[in-house]
């Protein structure tokens, strides 16, 4: 009898919320038996959130102490924490323990094929972006960190306007990543006023140029980037100032077409965050954009033929969400990942 495939969640926040619904409405398409998540904390507030999961066929799975607590909101759990990683064929870790269930569970576990797990967890496994580092990505790595949403935005824009016949071609960038103070969903977290960040990684100034640095060093690429970041009083999207100075001439012409040439990129006429935030919410899945980056093409400039100055704003967490599932089809069989992948392609955004 062949194995059945199960992609098991860990956690129900921004990210993990929206995955488990991906994988539950695609499971036939994407050849998924059956969905599987675990939520740590049972909790009235969330016990909607479960019962729309478990309306579109996922099924609960708690830690043992909590089983009672949760059999008191009146949800069925079907597996204990244990249970459902051991089997799993994909394990996607959307916590912020990723790292710490690594060490405690998933390195002795024997069932699942992979463990995913996201962006704060640096050191997990091999970081992965979809349409950064495809090409060094293999289902026989076990273990794959998918890097934060800033660090998909940075990587898109150096792959776009940094890369000749395949090779980066660039002497610096720099970023400052302006970040929303707290998720849509948060309720707590929300800032009066600008906050800014420290440098706290002497050689790249934040966690996002690190990581993007260590994305391209997958593909043999050493990159000399730097990136500031700085809380603003929004709950919309992360907004990214770069600067990238070419080891090439080009035009602006020329920039802006290889952004909207992009299939990863969306470009568009909108300079607002509320109202590219709004058109996700109305056009996207589950209310994300899943493009890398949106780009309004107006705020790019070139003050030498060689320097790249300009604006975009970083799809919540659609990214994200998008190379997770690209990452977990590849565990299912990787030869099908991309005509797998084609069902969200309308949410893929070209224009805003
Ligand atoms: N938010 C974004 O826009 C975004 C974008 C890209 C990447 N990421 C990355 O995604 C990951 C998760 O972020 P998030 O924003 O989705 O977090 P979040 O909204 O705060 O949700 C965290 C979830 O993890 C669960 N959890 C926390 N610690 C746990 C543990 N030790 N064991 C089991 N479950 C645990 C929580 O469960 P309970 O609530 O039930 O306790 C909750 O469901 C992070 O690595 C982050 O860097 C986030």
């Not at 972006?129 to 990505?137: F, K, T």
């Not at 890097?147 to 990587?155: E, G, L, M, P, Y």
């Not at 707590?188 to 790249?204: I, M, N, R, V, Y």
């Not at 069989?333 to 069902?343: I, P, Y």
Request: charged share 25%.
């Amino acid at each position: 009898m062949t194995k059945k495939n199960i992609v098991h969640v860990v956690g129900t926040g921004t990210i993990g919320e929206p995955l488990i619904a991906l994988f539950c409405d695609f499971r036939e398409k994407w050849g998924i038996d059956e969905v599987t998540f675990h939520k740590r904390t049972p909790s009235g507030d969330d016990r909607a959130m479960i019962n729309s999961l478990l309306a579109r066929g996922a099924r609960l799975v708690a830690d043992e102490q909590a089983r009672d607590d949760f059999a008191r909101f009146g949800h069925r759990v079907s597996y204990t924490a244990d249970e459902a990683i051991e089997r799993a064929t994909v394990v996607v870790d959307c916590t912020p323990a990723g790292n710490e269930n690594k060490v405690t569970c998933y390195q002795r576990v024997k069932g699942p094929k992979g463990f995913l797990a996201q962006g704060s967890e640096f050191g997990f496994g091999k970081p992965y972006a979809l349409g950064i580092n495809d090409e060094v990505q293999s289902p026989d790595e076990r273990f794959v960190q998918i890097v934060s949403c800033n660090t998909h935005n940075i990587s898109v824009l150096l792959k776009t306007l940094a890369s000749v016949d395949g090779k980066m071609s660039l002497d610096a960038a720099q970023f400052v990543c302006m970040r929303r103070a707290n998720d849509v969903s948060d309720a707590k977290s929300f800032l009066a006023a600008p906050q800014a960040g420290k440098h706290d990684d002497p050689e790249f100034g934040t966690h996002h140029a690190r990581d993007a640095y260590h994305i391209f060093q997958t593909l043999g690429e050493k990159l000399n980037l730097f990136s500031s970041a700085i809380k603003i009083n929004t709950q919309y999207m992360h907004t990214l100032w770069f600067t990238l100075r070419l080891a090439h001439e080009t035009t602006l012409e020329e920039a802006k077409t290889l952004l909207r040439n992009n299939a990863r990129v969306a470009t568009t006429n909108k300079r607002s965050v509320n109202q590219i935030f709004s058109f996700g919410r109305d056009h996207g899945y589950y209310g994300r954009i899943l493009s890398q980056t949106v780009v309004p093409l107006s705020t790019i400039a070139m003050p030498d033929a060689r320097t790249i100055v300009g604006f975009c704003y970083t799809p919540q967490d659609g990214n994200s969400l998008l190379s997770s599932v690209a990452a977990t089809l590849r565990y299912l069989d990787a030869s099908k990942v991309d005509e797998r992948m084609d069902v969200l392609r309308p949410h893929i955004f070209r224009e805003i």
